[in-house]
């Protein structure tokens, strides 16, 4: 699967490295949670593209606080006031993770959820969301 990760990767300017330590993520989907009560989706994406960056292009930890800070400020985020106090935005992201794994059985990401019905969980294959939009 890496080999294929890396091959699709490229193809769209992407450069995946496997070489990083694996954190917890906890405080990552914090900060995803405060660019979203900041600036909407568009901010949210933003964030979301720097820590996958961080975490697959450059092998930083998710779970060191200062990567989260490096990741916020290139995407135009003061994170300063969340990674501080640890109980911000911690409710909302135990919430939500309660629904997806409830709702979903997700035990990871990505989870893509097709039409309201139909979950892809993790890397996928072109043909797996074929066959989902055909279904649709």
């Not at 300017?13 to 906890?26: E, K, L, Q, R």
């Not at 405080?27 to 909407?40: C, F, Q, T, V, Y």
């Not at 640890?86 to 409710?91: A, D, R, V």
């Not at 997806?100 to 959820?113: D, E």
Request: aromatic share 10%.
């Amino acid at each position: 699967m890496i080999v294929s990760m890396k091959k699709v990767g490229k193809e769209v300017g992407i450069s995946f490295s496997y070489g990083g330590s694996i954190g917890n993520s906890f405080n990552s989907h914090r900060l995803i949670w405060k660019a979203r009560e900041d600036g909407g989706s568009e901010l949210q994406g933003k964030v979301v593209d720097e820590l996958f960056r961080a975490y697959f292009e450059e092998e930083k930890s998710l779970g060191v606080l200062s990567n989260l800070a490096e990741c916020a400020e290139r995407a135009g985020i003061d994170a300063s006031e969340l990674l501080a106090d640890p109980s911000m935005g911690k409710e909302a992201v135990e919430n939500e993770l309660e629904y997806f794994t409830g709702k979903w059985k997700c035990r990871g990401v990505p989870l893509f959820i097709v039409d309201g019905k139909y979950p892809l969980s993790g890397a996928q294959p072109a043909e797996a969301f074929q066959q989902v939009f055909e279904m649709v």
